[in-house]
């Protein structure tokens, strides 16, 4: 599947914000081996670290794709969306 730029940037800002999460709920839950944490804390956890996990392996494989496809380096066009999105999000 053909991917657009403006896509790999909306599906890194997604990863981003998925990963913001995880880190969020480290950061209110502290180490696990610190203080045990709840079942319910545990599944919080498990599904938000596997839904990071899978958009940011999305992401890598649309990269490498659209790389591919446009006859880039794909270092290139990964520096290139992580640096769009990590810019303003465009309002509509």
Do not use: C, I
């Amino acid at each position: 599947m053909a991917h657009t730029f403006d896509e790999l940037v909306e599906k890194q800002r997604a990863a981003n914000e998925a990963h913001a999460r995880v880190q969020e709920l480290r950061d209110t839950y502290g180490a696990p081996t610190a203080a045990p944490w709840t079942e319910e804390q545990h599944g919080t956890y498990e599904t938000a670290w596997r839904a990071w996990r899978d958009l940011a392996r999305d992401v890598q494989a649309s990269v490498t794709e659209y790389a591919k496809d446009e006859g880039k380096p794909r270092n290139e066009v990964e520096a290139d969306v992580k640096r769009a999105a990590d810019g303003p999000a465009s309002e509509e």
